[in-house]
Antibody, heavy 119, light 114 residues
Framework: VQLVESGGGLVQPGGSLRLSCVAS????????MHWVRQAPGKGLEWVSG????????GYADSVKGRFTISRDNAENSLYLQMNSLRLEDTALYYC?????????????WGQGILVTVSS | DIVMTQSPDSLAVSLGERATINCKSS????????????LAWYQQKPGQPPKLLIY???TRESGVPDRFIGSGSGTDFTLTINSLQAEDVAVYYC??????????FGPGTKVDIK
């Protein structure tokens, strides 16, 4: 199993970024997927999750209305569209795979991609 | 929303001794229809992504040493590390997935060697 994130970088407050996570080594469309972030020196914060068929999506209150999660099962890819970025969105963003179906706990994680929001 | 808390924030334990980490949820994560607690534990070492240790509050993930023991039910949970090894130095997080796909992590507990 491999999860490889991309799309991070430096962006100004109010700007946008789109993160991608390409999955391999498992049947992508059988599992829920999630984004979890970690601000520098801080703990884990769940950001967003999506069920295997995109039938259900969830967002942390801190990103609701600004971030949109999506997936393309044909491309084995997970996305996070991040708009109206704030300084406090600066973090390492991890892509994570549900252990079983849409379990909500994660057996594989990517290495993370850094998003820095700064003027 | 279910809020997770952990105690202590950090602890230092001698090699070979026991480390105990507590986790509390603001409401029960025990699902009565299947009698399962929707609670997981993760270990995160510096510079690495988290690693799943335990799910359903007490089921060890494959390959996790049996010195890691999860216990508890309802709102109160414990991760016990028996006979602490040097490689166990890490931050440990509990997570509720009762409300999946919306989930929540605890703030973490840092374990060091005394």
């Amino acid at each position: 199993v491999q999860l490889v994130e991309s799309g991070g970088g430096l962006v100004q407050p109010g700007g946008s970024l789109r993160l991608s996570c390409v999955a391999s080594g498992f049947i992508f469309d059988e599992y829920g997927m999630h984004w979890v972030r970690q601000a520098p020196g801080k703990g884990l914060e769940w950001v967003s999750g999506i069920t295997w068929n995109s039938g259900s999506k969830g967002y942390a209150d801190s990103v609701k209305g600004r971030f949109t999660i999506s997936r393309d099962n044909a491309e084995n890819s997970l996305y996070l569209q991040m708009n109206s970025l704030r300084l406090e969105d600066t973090a390492l963003y991890y892509c994570a795979k549900d252990r079983g179906g849409n379990s909500g706990y994660y057996d594989y994680w990517g290495q993370g991609i850094l998003v820095t929001v700064s003027s | 929303d279910i809020v997770m808390t952990q105690s202590p924030d950090s602890l230092a334990v001698s090699l070979g001794e026991r480390a105990t980490i507590n986790c509390k949820s603001s409401q029960s994560v025990l699902y009565s229809s299947n009698n399962k607690n929707y609670l997981a534990w993760y270990q995160q070492k510096p510079g690495q992504p988290p690693k799943l240790l335990i799910y359903w509050a007490s089921t060890r993930e494959s390959g996790v040493p049996d010195r890691f023991i999860g216990s508890g039910s309802g709102t109160d949970f414990t991760l016990t590390i028996n006979s602490l090894q040097a490689e166990d130095v890490a931050v440990y997080y509990c997570q509720q997935y009762y409300t999946a796909p919306i989930v929540a992590f605890g703030p973490g507990t840092k374990v060091d060697i005394k």
